[in-house]
């Protein structure tokens, strides 16, 4: 889908869609991502195309994150729902660090998706007490972020752990997505420098 639209909830589709009506090049059905690990590369191609088939390389395009390290120009994306992470801590972060836009609230994937694309620089989640993460909703979208030439880690620095069991166990405080290294290491540190008074 196109990046204006993510900021819009699902159920404000048809309204934009009527709005601005989809053409051939809108991929107004969205998009299915996919990265072989280890092979450098991912891509993207609409999820109904013209012609029906969904067979690679079916329109399908290769994508890559951002270039952009400078704070003060990179979008972050944080979950939408309130209710197992602080948008608070990472709104405090997102200020410490010198990132001046609103932040994209977006569900489930498609936080990971806008980073592989290009469209956003920056996923930050830190959950509330008594939270586990599942791997489910993390696994694929760090394989797409990794293959597109970004890095994925908890907020220790360290690679997530998917060879627990559904949880992501022994999880550092939070998840920490960027385009690329100088973004990564700002967010860390600027972690490391307000978890005390977090209360989380």
Request: contains cysteine; glycine residues 8%; charged residues 20%.
């Amino acid at each position: 889908m196109k990046k204006e639209w993510l900021n819009y909830h699902h159920r404000y589709f048809r309204l934009m869609s009527k709005l601005s009506p989809p053409t051939s090049k809108s991929w107004e059905k969205g998009c299915v991502m996919y990265a072989k690990r280890g092979s450098g590369e991912a891509w993207m191609q609409p999820l109904v195309h013209e012609n029906k088939e969904f067979v690679w390389p079916n329109s399908a395009i290769r994508i890559q994150v951002s270039s952009i390290n400078d704070p003060g120009l990179a979008t972050f994306c944080e979950p939408v729902e309130k209710a197992n992470s602080s948008h608070s801590f990472t709104a405090g972060l997102a200020h410490s660090v010198g990132l001046r836009k609103q932040p994209l609230r977006v569900y489930s994937m498609v936080k990971y998706a806008a980073i592989a694309r290009g469209d956003a620089e920056i996923f930050m989640k830190f959950a509330r007490a008594g939270y586990k993460e599942k791997i489910w909703d993390h696994a694929v979208g760090v394989l797409i972020i990794h293959e597109a030439g970004g890095m994925v880690t908890d907020a220790g620095g360290r690679p997530l752990d998917f060879s627990k069991g559904i949880f992501l166990e022994g999880l550092d405080r939070g998840i920490i997505a960027c385009s690329g290294p100088i973004l990564h290491e700002r967010i860390i540190d600027a972690v490391n420098a307000s978890w005390d008074s977090s209360n989380l």
